[in-house]
């Protein structure tokens, strides 16, 4: 499996007041999008998320979103290795993931372009 790279996720209180700072951080504009009543900001390695408590309270327990070439190889990696896949692979605006947990209880979240 390759890593490609990781993704630092953040959940905000207001988007709209954070993407402006991420922005200029990362040098680029942010890719906006909804998913599951959550409003993501995706800014170079920042992924910035707002909306209701119980929907971040889920999304804080994922610990990074990890780029790899292929998500379906992935899991098989992920499973040979002692990883339990919670969620996936399913299809996303920007490409495919999967939510595993690995051996010593870290989630993380695992994407790629798609194909």
């Known amino acids: 499996m390759e890593i490609l790279g990781a993704t630092l996720r953040i959940c905000v209180d207001d988007l709209e007041a954070s993407v402006p ?12 999008f909804e998913r599951g009543g959550v409003s993501v900001a995706a800014v170079g390695c920042f992924l910035l998320m707002s909306g209701p408590a119980a929907e971040l309270d889920i999304l804080r ?6 780029a790899v070439k292929d998500v379906e190889e992935a899991r ?19 490409g495919r993931n999967l939510i595993a947990m690995h051996p010593d209880g870290s989630v993380y979240e695992y994407v790629d372009r798609g194909a």
């Open 21 to 32: 700072f991420y922005e200029r951080l990362a040098g680029g504009s942010a890719l906006r």
């Open 61 to 66: 327990k994922v610990a990074a979103t990890i």
């Open 76 to 94: 098989q990696v992920l499973s040979d290795s002692g990883a339990r896949i919670l969620a996936g692979p399913v299809a996303t605006p920007a």
